[in-house]
């Protein structure tokens, strides 16, 4: 039988959570530096690192484990996706619990590394609370994502955040005072409160909407155990690999002759403009990446390599009309975007600079989906590895002799190297063909055919109204593009309907 696909309506209400839950974040952040100032923002930002690097270690990539060794278990005739829960739980029980002892054990010797004293070791104390219950929410959000019920996950990131939010500005205005020890106990306080009402949340949730089919699970604890650990050390080595390239750039930048003050000034602009411009587009293929591992996981446990190779062609083709699409248009327009974002001359240049590897960057959001989805961890964590190296060989060597360029260069030899082997490899384990002129060179044609188009007729200038400009130019490109598309027959009416609508029972 025949089903309608939900995979474009959550991906929509992933996209649309996401966007509300980004918007927040800004506002808070912006409230944040106003109430207590600057340098309350950056304590808070240095215990976020702290406590994000503590999660990682102490849930172990728990949503993605789940949810793809629930998936799998799905696409099992008389499957137990429910004991598979139980393994991860149980899982993050274990890692959550020694991560916790460690941190209480050693809590004046972490405050003296990374904070300036030994005065909030009660603040790491109450850690644990907040990393148990995180790894414990992440293991149910995992399930709800496997099971197709994404608007439970985003009830709960929403409740999640309200009440964390709550906490803390509510905290704030009680304080006068702004020392360390109190900031990061108005963070540590908003934490915990929020992972303990997504625990409750979703556990709730799970207890209600839980099946009473008791059949045998295909996997053992031990089994659970030997497939997660790949899927968590990925994870683990991409976030080391990661922070160690961030930190090495203002280090080569000050070799290269800035002073402290302008290597970590072009930097933040890297950082805090170039990347978000370059990326935001980009969040409607992070919402549909957890669906793709889904997805492709039921049908790798099931067997159906022809669901998988329809699955990967039209991923990778609507994810490259998209991508050509916006890195066109951050060429285009990249020098008025970083100055709007108040990044200057310089964010303009290195947005316009660096737009034309988009379509490379945005191929890896989904790409990485289907390699997960499909079992491939060991080769996922080995690429990662890989790119990585070139990435940051290439600052270590670059950066110091030209500056900013370099960040530039790191950035397209990683992302094309990565990302050629990552399709290469899906093409090879599927089976799927390869259409590099229809995929690519077709959207990219018609992508500046159609820029070329109108600005005939429009005329983008330099005045308070060229915000206002843009957004109709791009627009008007956009539906013209599609439309042209649509013409060639690369996107069929039924298609922008349903342009995922691979799904079947």
Same mark, same amino acid.
């Given at each position: 039988?025949?089903?309608?696909?939900?995979?474009i309506?959550?991906t929509?209400?992933?996209t649309?959570?996401?966007?509300?839950?980004?918007?927040?974040?800004?506002?808070?952040?912006?409230?944040?530096?106003?109430?207590?100032?600057?340098e309350?923002?950056?304590i808070?930002?240095?215990?976020?690192?702290?406590?994000?690097?503590a999660?990682?270690?102490?849930?172990?990539?728990?949503?993605?484990?789940?949810?793809?060794?629930?998936?799998?278990?799905?696409?099992?005739?008389?499957?137990?996706?429910?004991?598979?829960?139980?393994?991860?739980?149980?899982?993050?029980?274990?890692l959550?619990?020694?991560?916790?002892?460690?941190?209480?054990?050693?809590s004046?010797?972490i405050?003296?590394?990374?904070?300036?004293?030994?005065?909030?070791?009660?603040?790491?104390?109450?850690m644990?609370?907040?990393?148990?219950?995180?790894?414990?929410?992440?293991?149910?959000?995992?399930? @709800?994502?496997?099971?197709?019920?994404?608007?439970?996950?985003?009830?709960?990131?929403?409740?999640?955040?309200?009440?964390?939010?709550?906490?803390?500005?509510?905290?704030?205005?009680?304080?006068?005072?702004?020392?360390?020890?109190?900031?990061?106990?108005?963070?540590?306080?908003?934490?915990?409160?929020?992972?303990?009402?997504?625990?409750?949340?979703?556990?709730?949730?799970?207890?209600m909407?839980?099946?009473?089919?008791?059949?045998?699970?295909?996997?053992?604890?031990?089994?659970?155990?030997?497939?997660?650990?790949?899927?968590m050390?990925?994870?683990?080595l991409t976030a080391a690999?990661?922070s160690?390239?961030?930190?090495?750039?203002?280090?080569?930048?000050?070799?290269?002759?800035?002073?402290?003050?302008?290597?970590l000034?072009?930097?933040?602009?890297?950082?805090?403009?170039v990347?978000?411009?370059?990326?935001?587009p980009?969040?409607?293929?992070?919402?549909?990446?957890g669906?793709? &591992?889904?997805?492709?996981?039921?049908?790798?446990?099931?067997?159906?390599?022809?669901?998988?190779?329809?699955?990967?062609?039209?991923?990778?083709?609507?994810?490259?009309?998209?991508?050509?699409?916006?890195?066109?248009?951050?060429?285009?327009?990249?020098?008025?975007?970083?100055?709007?974002?108040?990044?200057?001359?310089?964010?303009?240049?290195i947005?316009?600079?660096?737009?034309?590897?988009?379509?490379?960057?945005?191929?890896?959001?989904?790409?990485?989906?289907?390699?997960?989805?499909?079992?491939?961890?060991?080769?996922?964590?080995?690429?990662?590895?890989?790119?990585?190296?070139?990435?940051?060989?290439?600052?270590?060597? @670059?950066?110091p002799?030209?500056?900013?360029n370099?960040?530039?260069?790191?950035?397209?030899?990683?992302?094309?190297?990565?990302?050629?082997?990552r399709?290469?490899?899906?093409?090879?384990?599927?089976?799927?063909?390869?259409?590099?002129?229809?995929?690519?060179?077709?959207?990219? &044609?018609?992508?500046?055919?159609?820029?070329?188009?109108?600005?005939?007729?429009?005329?983008?200038?330099?005045?308070?109204?060229?915000?206002?400009?843009?957004?109709?130019?791009?627009?008007?490109?956009?539906?013209?593009?599609?439309?042209?598309?649509?013409?060639?027959?690369?996107?069929?009416?039924k298609?922008?309907?349903?342009?995922?609508?691979?799904?079947?029972?």
């Amino acid at each position: 039988m025949r089903i309608k696909s939900r995979i474009i309506r959550d991906t929509l209400l992933l996209t649309a959570m996401q966007l509300f839950l980004d918007t927040a974040s800004l506002f808070l952040n912006s409230f944040i530096a106003k109430r207590l100032g600057a340098e309350a923002t950056g304590i808070l930002t240095l215990t976020g690192s702290f406590i994000g690097f503590a999660g990682i270690i102490s849930n172990g990539n728990a949503y993605l484990c789940t949810s793809r060794l629930i998936s799998e278990e799905l696409g099992k005739k008389e499957g137990s996706p429910e004991k598979v829960l139980v393994y991860g739980i149980k899982l993050c029980l274990m890692l959550s619990l020694g991560v916790s002892a460690f941190i209480i054990l050693f809590s004046d010797k972490i405050c003296k590394s990374f904070f300036s004293g030994a005065d909030m070791a009660d603040m790491i104390r109450a850690m644990p609370i907040a990393l148990i219950a995180g790894a414990v929410s992440s293991c149910f959000k995992g399930y @709800f994502n496997a099971v197709r019920k994404p608007a439970i996950n985003v009830a709960g990131d929403i409740g999640e955040f309200v009440i964390r939010s709550g906490v803390i500005v509510l905290s704030a205005l009680e304080q006068n005072s702004h020392t360390e020890h109190m900031i990061c106990e108005i963070m540590m306080r908003g934490i915990i409160t929020g992972n303990i009402f997504l625990l409750l949340f979703l556990g709730s949730a799970y207890i209600m909407s839980k099946k009473k089919k008791r059949n045998k699970c295909s996997i053992n604890f031990r089994k659970y155990i030997t497939t997660a650990f790949p899927i968590m050390g990925g994870g683990i080595l991409t976030a080391a690999l990661s922070s160690t390239n961030d930190a090495l750039i203002p280090i080569c930048l000050r070799q290269n002759g800035n002073t402290v003050s302008q290597a970590l000034s072009d930097f933040g602009i890297f950082e805090a403009i170039v990347i978000p411009a370059l990326f935001f587009p980009s969040v409607i293929l992070c919402s549909i990446s957890g669906i793709i &591992v889904s997805e492709s996981a039921r049908a790798s446990a099931s067997g159906n390599r022809k669901r998988i190779v329809e699955l990967t062609e039209r991923i990778t083709k609507y994810t490259l009309i998209f991508a050509i699409f916006i890195s066109a248009v951050l060429i285009r327009f990249g020098h008025y975007i970083g100055e709007m974002l108040g990044g200057g001359a310089l964010a303009g240049t290195i947005i316009t600079q660096t737009a034309p590897i988009i379509p490379f960057i945005y191929m890896e959001i989904v790409l990485e989906a289907l390699i997960k989805g499909t079992g491939q961890q060991a080769f996922s964590s080995l690429n990662y590895f890989a790119e990585y190296a070139v990435r940051i060989s290439a600052v270590l060597i @670059f950066v110091p002799m030209i500056g900013f360029n370099g960040i530039v260069i790191s950035y397209y030899s990683s992302n094309i190297i990565g990302n050629t082997s990552r399709f290469i490899r899906l093409a090879r384990t599927t089976g799927m063909k390869p259409r590099l002129f229809g995929n690519i060179i077709i959207p990219a &044609v018609y992508s500046f055919l159609t820029m070329n188009f109108w600005e005939v007729f429009i005329h983008i200038r330099d005045d308070k109204n060229y915000f206002v400009q843009i957004i109709c130019f791009v627009a008007l490109w956009g539906m013209s593009y599609l439309l042209m598309l649509g013409l060639l027959g690369k996107i069929k009416a039924k298609s922008i309907k349903r342009p995922l609508s691979f799904v079947h029972n």
